[in-house]
């Protein structure tokens, strides 16, 4: 399905025809997961990608972005937990595999967004993911650990709320 000729979508991110608009009810039941992202989904434990869906709409920031044709490339965003920083995810649609390219420039550019008021950021991806994990290292996360289930990633953005930031060193005298 695509985006309704008559359904204005706010364009947050664009990149000549493509965008990327806030994540709304309507998205969740027009999005057709790629094959292996749904069964990613579905090994954390929840009882059917519609309700893992609600659960990402429900519990983060979370953005969509569409190629010129309209179609739903990804679902991408934070997800925020107590006293952790927060988590980016992506959830991919069947039409990622034409959609690379795309799919690399808009969550680069929606990473960089992200960046301006999150210093932090994780990623914990399934172990046997190993794409997504070269994914996660090409945003420019940095491995952490794995305990075989899960490889966690960190991101620091030196140039925002850090020591190394100008503006935060201390002055001397």
Avoid at 63 to 76: D, E, P
Avoid at 103 to 113: H, R
Wanted: charge should be positive; proline fraction near 3%.
């Amino acid at each position: 399905m695509k985006a309704s000729k008559n359904f204005t979508e706010v364009k947050i991110i664009k990149r000549g025809n493509a965008y990327i608009t806030p994540l709304k009810p309507n998205h969740l039941s027009e999005i057709i997961l790629h094959k292996k992202n749904a069964e990613e989904v579905l090994s954390f434990g929840y009882d059917g990608v519609f309700d893992a869906l609600k659960a990402v709409y429900k519990n983060s920031e979370a953005y969509v972005c569409r190629n010129g044709s309209g179609q739903i490339i990804f679902i991408s965003g934070l997800w925020f937990s107590r006293d952790e920083d927060p988590q980016m995810f992506f959830i991919f649609s069947k039409y990622i595999s034409e959609n690379v390219f795309l799919m690399a420039k808009m969550g680069k550019a929606l990473l960089n967004m992200f960046d301006i008021c999150h210093p932090t950021m994780t990623m914990n991806i399934l172990a046997k993911n190993k794409r997504m994990a070269y994914w996660a290292e090409w945003l420019g996360f940095s491995f952490v650990g794995t305990d075989n289930v899960f490889i966690e990633f960190v991101r620091c953005n030196f140039n925002e709320n850090n020591v190394t930031d100008k503006t935060l060193r201390p002055i001397t005298h």
